[in-house]
């Protein structure tokens, strides 16, 4: 099920490996998504050299970063954030950190990238990176910074779909980077593994609502540029989903219980096979347990 080096995306459905051209769809004068390496990257334009919110794949980071040295007329990535640390997001960790790159990211980014992950649910074994490719400018709470035309705001939103998911906000653009946090036409996925639930899903989609308004561009992990209505969607099918496995658990239901009990069946038409959302949305609950109104 897990193809080396890509896992498997972060939603429900596979996102197949690519060695196609890397899109641009731009986001104004200074600011584009690129796609088709991975996850999906944000560039920002900037005088010491362009910025990306994440890095695509290993395997599509040669394609990644040509493309930025083509759209910003620059060599290099001057400053380079992750939004978890997923493979997804990492790959072109080791490119810009041996470059001399400014590498940013929660400090359990940097503690997960720099140990081994057994993932049981991507079935495979994350091997920690090179101390190059490591995140070198690791931060707790939040942070801000200006690069080129944009003032950036950073934060991190606790456990969600991973414990060191982050938003990086271009408030001059508009434009929220959200990583993860927000799956098109699928459902997000905890990685309970690295302390991901669906709990602290639900509050970090608040967080982010909180955060833009009705002309935000928010950039999800993979797929197209989404706004505030698709955010709040989610949010709001996580918060029925989410009550619906509490009263569930509290039942004492096991995970196959809980598959056949189908608690998503009226939304997956939109999202597709909620087998691994399920799965995942129980193991986070159980290491949570004490967390859920009404178990003690
Ligand atoms: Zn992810």
Not at 69 to 88: C, E, K, P, Y
Not at 127 to 141: E, G, M, R
Not at 242 to 257: C, N, Q, T
């Amino acid at each position: 099920m897990a193809l080396a080096g890509t896992a498997l995306g972060c939603t429900s459905r596979l996102h197949a490996a690519t060695d196609t051209a890397v899109r641009v769809t731009a986001l104004g004068d200074s600011v584009a998504v690129l796609s088709g390496a991975g996850g999906n990257a944000t560039y920002v334009r900037g005088p010491t050299g362009p910025l990306l919110v994440d890095g695509g794949s290993a395997a599509g980071s040669s394609a990644l970063l040509a493309q930025v040295a083509r759209i910003s007329g620059q060599r290099g990535v001057s400053v380079l954030f992750n939004t978890h640390w997923h493979v997804d997001q990492t790959g072109s960790n080791l490119a810009v950190g041996k470059a001399g790159g400014r590498i940013i990211a929660h400090a359990n980014t940097r503690l997960w990238l720099n140990t081994t992950v057994d993932s049981t649910w991507q079935k495979q074994q994350f091997k920690p990176l090179p101390k190059a490719a490591l995140p070198n400018d690791t931060f707790y709470t939040s942070g801000a910074m200006q690069h080129g035309d944009q003032h950036i705001e950073y934060g991190h939103l606790l456990q969600a779909h991973t414990d060191g998911d982050i938003f990086v906000h271009l408030r001059d653009a508009n434009v929220l980077v959200v990583g993860d946090l927000l799956a098109v036409d699928a459902y997000p996925i905890c990685d309970y593994v690295t302390f991901g639930w669906i709990g602290g899903m639900v509050d970090a989609n608040k967080a982010l609502l909180a955060i833009c308004n009705a002309d935000t561009r928010i950039v999800p992990g993979q797929g197209p540029v989404q706004t505030r209505v698709d955010l709040q969607r989610q949010h709001d099918m996580l918060v029925i989903l989410r009550d619906r496995l509490y009263e569930l658990v509290k039942r004492g239901y096991s995970a196959d219980e809980l598959i056949a009990a189908k608690p998503t069946q009226d939304y997956d038409s939109r999202c597709g096979d909620p087998l691994l959302f399920i799965r995942n949305a129980a193991r986070g609950i159980a290491q949570h347990q004490r967390q859920i109104p009404g178990v003690v």
